[in-house]
């Protein structure tokens, strides 16, 4: 069984940074492409970042691009998340999912084909 753990979150002053690491285990990184998703107190949960491990193509909501860098290390099965100019508006519950390569198709890919999920990490961007 693929299983997610994220790490990484935390409190931090706007204008901040901070690291968010999701490794994965069962399975072999590369046979899937994996996605930062966020989810805000009374809001619903957005796409933050997705990246295919195999061709390491990336994609980007426009609310973080420029900002936040999504990146794989295969040799140690993690997927990172460098968030950087951190603002408050950022604050959320962080969670990383995992799709078969065959079904992943960037920002279209279909939802339920999102097989695993973490179980998240909170994120508070506040002075």
């Known amino acids: 069984q693929v299983q997610l753990v994220e790490s990484g979150g935390g409190l931090v002053q706007p204008g901040g940074s901070l690291r968010l690491s999701c490794a994965v285990s069962?399975?072999?990184?590369?046979?899937?492409?994996v996605g930062w998703f966020r989810q805000a107190p009374g809001k619903e949960r957005e796409g933050v970042s997705l990246?295919?491990?195999?061709?390491?193509?990336?994609y980007y909501a426009n609310s973080v691009k420029g900002r936040f860098t999504i990146s794989r290390d295969n040799a140690k099965s993690t997927v990172y998340l460098q968030m950087n100019s951190l603002k408050p508006e950022d604050t959320a519950v962080y969670y990383c999912?995992?799709?078969?390569?065959?079904?992943?198709?960037?920002?279209?890919?279909?939802?339920?084909?999102?097989?695993?999920w973490g179980q998240g990490t909170q994120v508070t961007v506040s002075s």
């Open positions: 999912a995992t799709v078969l390569s065959a079904r992943f198709r960037g920002w279209s890919t279909r939802w339920n084909d999102y097989g695993y």
């Open positions: 069962g399975g072999t990184l590369e046979y899937y492409a």
């Open positions: 990246i295919n491990t195999s061709s390491g193509s990336t």
